[in-house]
């Protein structure tokens, strides 16, 4: 059973920088590959972006590219997402998601890919 948990999230100004974590355990970490997710009200559950198990490769939406960036530690069994330039558009659950098995190139992009969940992070942009 692979757990995953959150933090990080806060509510902050648009325009300011956040770096949320995600702590996995239960599962090799270096054998998972990993993702992040967000959910804005009312709205569906979205890809941000993913990363291989070895951090090779790394996939994301259109709409996180060149301001936000994945990352993972495979020492620590962390995940992480900083985000620059935050705007009012960003306020959503984040949620970080494990996939296992899969090459090692493998960075999935759709929900239906992901074995596992976090609980998600609440991040708050003001204007």
């Known amino acids: 059973q692979v757990r995953l948990l959150e933090s990080g999230g806060g509510h902050v100004q648009a325009g300011d920088s956040l770096k949320l974590s995600c702590a996995v355990s239960?599962?090799?970490?270096?054998?998972?590959?990993l993702g992040w997710f967000r959910q804005a009200p009312g709205k569906e559950r979205e890809f941000v972006a993913s990363?291989?198990?070895?951090?090779?490769?790394?996939y994301y939406d259109d709409s996180a590219k060149g301001r936000m960036t994945i990352s993972r530690d495979n020492d620590k069994n962390m995940l992480y997402l900083q985000i620059h330039s935050l705007s009012p558009e960003d306020t959503a659950v984040y949620y970080c998601?494990?996939?296992?098995?899969?090459?090692?190139?493998?960075?999935?992009?759709?929900?239906?890919?992901?074995?596992?969940w976090g609980q998600g992070t609440q991040v708050t942009v003001s204007s």
């Open positions: 990363i291989s198990r070895m951090s090779d490769y790394s």
């Open positions: 998601a494990a996939r296992l098995g899969g090459s090692l190139y493998y960075t999935p992009a759709t929900a239906k890919d992901y074995n596992y």
């Open positions: 239960g599962h090799t970490f270096s054998s998972i590959s």
